[in-house]
């Protein structure tokens, strides 16, 4: 398998829909068991302290594992990756100038790397399998 390119957007954070249940009539019971069950669950109201905390340290954690794994595939130093991530978002030449994809083109030009790395012969037809996590949220759009 070979990637073109790497791109990884880390977005995090939680609705309080609290005021939009009201205004609807929408009731939201939970029942949960631990400190940190409700951390996600639990969008009709803020965060406590505690949830806020512990949810910026994933995030952080998030950037930071996919921030060195990313170095580390690209030969460079995690300082030299942190000077291009920070969330930025590059075009693909720009990226490409800076050393983090390693080539430019779509999915036609991944299958035509991938045949050569694999030493399949490019009139070879293959197939591939595009894979889709769903976001609980995808539905409200």
């Known amino acids: 398998i070979t990637r073109v390119d790497d791109f990884m957007l880390l977005l995090a954070g939680k609705f309080n829909l609290g005021k939009?249940?009201?205004?609807i009539g929408f009731n939201k019971d939970i029942i949960s068991r631990g400190k940190y069950s409700e951390l996600t669950a639990a969008d009709q109201r803020p965060f406590r302290p505690d949830e806020?905390?512990?949810f910026a340290k994933s995030a952080q954690n998030a950037y930071k594992q996919f921030r060195d794994k990313a170095a580390y595939s690209r030969s460079m130093t995690v300082d030299e990756m942190e000077e291009f991530a920070q969330g930025r978002v590059?075009?693909?030449n720009d990226a490409a100038s800076r050393g983090l994809?390693?080539?430019?083109?779509g999915l036609s030009r991944a299958v035509a790397i991938a045949k050569q790395k694999a030493d399949i012969p490019q009139d070879r037809q293959v197939g591939h399998?595009?894979?889709?996590?769903?976001n609980k949220y995808?539905?409200?759009n």
């Open 20 to 23: 939009l249940y009201e205004r």
């Open 52 to 54: 806020a905390e512990l």
């Open 90 to 92: 590059w075009t693909g």
């Open 101 to 105: 994809v390693d080539a430019i083109g």
């Open 129 to 134: 399998i595009s894979l889709c996590f769903f």
């Open 138 to 140: 995808d539905s409200l």
